[in-house]
């Protein structure tokens, strides 16, 4: 029988031991895995981006439900253990009890509050957990909000630096002289001060809490020497405990943290511990590297085997976008030791290496960090560097007097040298890796999981494979938008709204765009995610369309427009047939032709014409079919129950209501949608973006369809029992993907891309969610609802259609 | 000199457009990039005809409405891996005005 085995706190030390665990010994146990949080394993270090919304919290899920499902892994999420009871070798949970053979106590930290009077406020947060996160985005979304961050640390700095990309004012404030003094010695200290404060982030060092201030929730902080800062949210980012709590009432021997051997074992021989609470050595972390160098061991002695752990040499970065920064070792003064200092002001770069014996203990550097693995390596070998001492502070790039391209650099690294800091991955490691058979970027992550982490070591991970692979490197294809510049359409689309980009020189300055002004592809996606993030406050570019969305009609192969105008769910009248006959006479329009959507369409008309075309079928009181948009098409109907002897719904009226919700709508691609009023599916509604077939009991919505290209059948979103439920339901749909698509790419691509169940989640299972994203879907149509044609007649954009000069009077001489 | 011929002004183009000069010839497009720089070519592109006025303009190069090719604002010719070329005139701008140079307008005729 296998024996049980329990885990006690669902976070980053637990998910890599099972990760190791079930790689060493895959049926060696049934497993049961507790987390007060009530999700799975996240990569809590990148809360941070998610934070500044550099990224989203499904882009950081590191264990998914599907991974805990397919290795057999019993999750109890959302249930806190609230004791284990030692003798009867159970834990204890509100819903009751849960034997184990084997128990990992694996629960983290606990975040340190600061007692001052009002620290129980609402509106003082910490920092260390999902929720914590989106509290502060929810806080941040006060247009004027102020936020005081209480300590001047990593955490504390990257809390500051994510709000103030919110948009929040955000002040600092520090007990110690200069920030994050631990790492960083004065001279460091001050640049990135200067680097903080440039961003427009107030610090205050030497400065001590007094207070919170408020009446029923947080209103301002009130410093030691008086001062008030006033402030809707207060941080407190000023240090973590080890959660030990669990572990000290069942009797389990603890010092700073619970205390482990070498094989991460207990007092208790059935109690293995791992992660921040633990203490191994007199030493407790508060990285991601040494809990990662635990899980190894501890996965080994639980399957059996012999490992021993022997504690971590650790160092750090700041992920502050923007900020290069690194510390590693120790620093401090001594008569002992003697230091080497680089200082170039003009660029804003400071290293320093402490020495002691002819081997380095110490290093910081502030602007260029592109070295410290290297130091890292040297600290951790104990290296003796006397033979390069004159040029240590080049770094290894330096040979000779000109520093190599960085490719040498990377080159001329030692096989040991540490490339991935969290994970421990060196660079005979990945070399290892690409020659047992991992030939792509993503494989030699998968392999070695190096960059996986905190990701700053992303570059130089990348670095590495290029090496080694030579010419058979193939940058993966979420390269850059096109050769203007190397972010990915998603990177685009997540710093315009981080950074509050809000026109395309904006986007191209600041994510240092290697064009002057872009190029036909990348500007009309950039156009694109512009009027889709700030509807009604950006400024359309016209220069960046197609010509198509320009002039408001399709080109044709001759130079000359189609034009079709808008009949809502496929109904017209004689009245409009007539206008359109007038139309064609009148401006001798060559060709009439019904179209695939249930439209007409008038073929042939000249680019001058186009106005005066637009003005007699405004005046019959039709408005553009937007035929030619990356937009809403058309809505194409059957006849329903309005004639049809099987409709069971009105899917022409409902064809109407969508048409006219949805008209105007600017979305990544073109967009069309039926309704068909019974499964024999005459409107055709399986194979459109949006497809909805009415049924006795109501109406099935299907997404993703296309026949195009590619012949795609519908799949299915939800069923609905009313038309007004349906309204929503696409309007969400509609706006979750035009705020997550990348331009072109039609809904079944986007689909393939997210998942369904993804969309689901969004659209279907949170009806707030849901009534959010028609919300937001409605507010940017009250800017687009609008006829574009009825604008040109009365004008707009009129040099479009007018030549500049006609010298067809200047006779040839 | 008189030979010059006064089209406009440079601020009835919008930057990174082009408008249309009618000729007896038919029609000249006239481009403005987003530096203020002023290039005038025949409004057909070599590939098939396509009216290059129409097309995306980006540095000094126009995108094609037709098919995307992308041809070199400067001296006309289809960049990368297409080949042709469209006629070019000379302009200038000065005090803000445009300026077309009208022999080479007459050549064009002349030789068509
Ligand atoms: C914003 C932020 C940024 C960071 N950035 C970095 C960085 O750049 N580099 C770096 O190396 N480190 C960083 N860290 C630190 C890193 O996240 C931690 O070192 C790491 O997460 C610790 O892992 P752990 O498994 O020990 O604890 P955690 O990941 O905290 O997991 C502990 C889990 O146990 C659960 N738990 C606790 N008690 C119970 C109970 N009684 N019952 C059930 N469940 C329980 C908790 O809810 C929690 O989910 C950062 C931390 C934060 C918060
Ligand atoms: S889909 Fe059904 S209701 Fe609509 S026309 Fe066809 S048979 Fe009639
Ligand atoms: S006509 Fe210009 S690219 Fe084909």
């Known amino acids: 029988m296998k024996q049980k085995l329990v885990v006690i706190g669902a976070g980053m030390a637990s998910g890599r031991a099972l990760e190791h665990l079930l790689e060493n010994a895959p049926d060696a146990y049934d497993i049961t895995l507790f987390g007060a949080e009530p999700r799975g394993n996240y990569n809590r270090i990148m809360l941070s981006p998610v934070l500044s919304g550099e990224k989203t919290y499904e882009e950081i899920v590191t264990h998914d439900t599907a991974w805990y499902a397919a290795n057999g892994i019993t999750c109890r999420f959302g249930e806190k253990v609230q004791r284990i009871d030692r003798a009867a070798k159970v834990i204890v949970t509100p819903k009751g009890q849960t034997p184990y053979d084997k128990l990992i106590i694996a629960t983290g930290s606990d975040p340190f509050i600061i007692p001052v009077p009002g620290h129980d406020l609402p509106g003082v947060l910490a920092y260390r957990d999902l929720d914590d996160t989106n509290a502060m985005i929810e806080a941040s979304a006060k247009p004027g909000a102020k936020a005081v961050v209480i300590g001047g640390g990593l955490l504390g700095l990257e809390a500051a630096a994510g709000l103030a990309l919110r948009g929040m004012e955000v002040s600092v404030v520090h007990l110690m002289g200069h920030l994050m003094e631990r790492q960083l010695d004065e001279a460091a200290g001050y640049l990135l001060r200067k680097e903080l404060v440039g961003r427009g982030i107030k610090i205050h060092c030497s400065a001590n809490t007094r207070q919170v201030v408020g009446d029923g929730k947080v209103e301002g902080l009130e410093l030691e020497d008086g001062t008030i800062l006033p402030a809707d949210i207060v941080v407190m980012a000023v240090g973590i405990r080890p959660s030990v709590a669990l572990a000290k009432e069942a009797g389990l021997e603890i010092g700073r943290g619970l205390k482990v051997n070498d094989q991460l074992v207990t007092s208790d021989p059935d109690i293995l511990a791992l992660g921040e609470c633990v203490e191994h050595d007199g030493m407790v972390y508060g990285l991601v590297a040494p809990l990662y160098d635990m899980a190894k061991v501890l996965a080994k002695t639980l399957a059996g085997e012999h490992d021993a752990y022997r504690g971590s040499q650790i160092s750090t970065k700041l992920k502050v976008t923007g900020v290069d920064l690194f510390s590693a070792g120790d620093f401090a003064d001594g008569a002992d030791r003697e230091e080497i200092v680089f200082r170039d002001p003009a660029r804003g770069v400071y290293k320093r290496l402490v020495l002691q014996n002819d081997r380095i203990i110490g290093a910081v550097m502030y602007g260029d960090t592109a070295d410290g693995s290297w130091f890292f390596g040297l600290i951790k070998d104990e290296e003796d560097i006397s033979e390069m001492r004159d040029t240590l502070i080049f770094g290894p790039a330096f040979a000779g007097g000109t520093p190599m391209d960085p490719m040498a650099a990377v080159a001329a690294l030692p096989d040991d040298a540490e490339i991935c800091g969290c994970n421990g991955v060196s660079k005979g490691t990945i070399i290892a890796a690409i020659n047992g058979g991992a030939t792509t970027l993503d494989a030699v992550k998968a392999k070695t999981k190096a960059s996986t982490s905190c990701g700053t070591c992303a570059g130089l991970t990348e670095q590495v494979v290029a090496l080694t692979l030579g010419d058979d490197f193939v940058l993966p294809a979420a390269a850059g938008m096109c050769k203007c510049t190397d972010h990915s359409h998603d990177d685009v689309r997540r710093l315009i709204r981080a950074k509050e980009l809000k026109s395309i020189p904006a986007i191209q300055q600041e994510l240092q765009w290697k064009s002057s002004g872009g190029c036909h592809s990348c500007r009309p996606a950039l156009n694109y995610y512009l009027v889709c993030e700030w509807p009604g406050e950006y400024v359309d570019h016209a220069q960046s369309r197609f010509i198509n969305e320009r002039v408001h009609a399709n080109i044709q192969k001759d130079g000359t427009y189609s034009v079709v105008p808008r009949m809502w769910g496929g109904i017209t009248t004689p009245n409009e047939l007539r206008a359109i006959a007038d139309v064609a006479d009148k401006f001798a329009i060559p060709t009439v032709k019904v179209t695939g959507g249930q439209r007409i369409d008038l073929l042939g008309v000249k680019k001058e014409d186009l106005p005066a075309v637009w003005s007699d079928l405004n005046d019959a009181g039709m408005v553009s079919g937007h035929a030619y948009a990356k937009g809403l098409r058309t809505v194409k109907t059957c006849v329903g129950t309005d004639w049809c002897r099987f409709g069971t719904q009105d899917s022409t009226g409902l064809g109407v209501k969508i048409e006219r919700l949805m008209w105007g709508s600017w979305t990544p691609h073109k967009v069309k949608m039926a309704v068909s009023g019974c499964p024999r599916n005459c409107a055709e509604a399986t194979c459109k973006d949006v497809g909805i077939v009415c049924v006795d009991s109501g109406y099935e919505i299907g997404v993703g369809g296309a026949a195009g290209m590619d012949v795609r059948e519908v799949q299915p979103l939800a069923k609905v029992g009313t038309e007004e439920e349906v309204l929503e339901y696409i309007s969400a749909f509609v706006q979750l993907y035009r705020e997550n698509a990348q331009y072109l790419h039609r809904p079944y691509k986007w689909i393939a891309k997210v998942g369904l169940d993804w969309v689901k989640s969004r659209v279907v299972e949170d009806a707030e969610s849901r009534k959010a994203l028609a919300e937001r879907f409605e507010h940017s149509q009250t800017f687009y609802r609008k006829d574009p044609w009825a604008e040109r007649v009365a004008g707009a954009e009129a040099h479009e259609f007018n030549p500049l000069a006609d010298l067809t009077q200047v006779a040839a001489e | ?112």
């Open chain 2, 1 to 112: 000199m008189s030979d010059f011929i006064d089209i406009g002004a440079l601020e009835d183009i919008r930057p990174q457009s082009a408008r249309l000069v009618r000729t007896a010839m038919g029609c000249i497009a006239v481009f403005r990039t987003a530096d203020d720089e002023v290039f005038a070519l025949d409004d057909r592109c070599p590939h098939k005809g396509g009216p290059l006025s129409n097309g995306i303009q980006h540095g000094r190069s126009i995108t094609c409405p037709l098919h995307n090719w992308v041809i070199s604002l400067s001296t006309g010719m289809a960049e990368g891996a297409d080949e042709g070329s469209v006629r070019t005139y000379p302009v200038q701008v000065s005090d803000g005005r445009i300026l077309m140079d009208a022999r080479a307008l007459a050549e064009s005729m002349a030789a068509e």
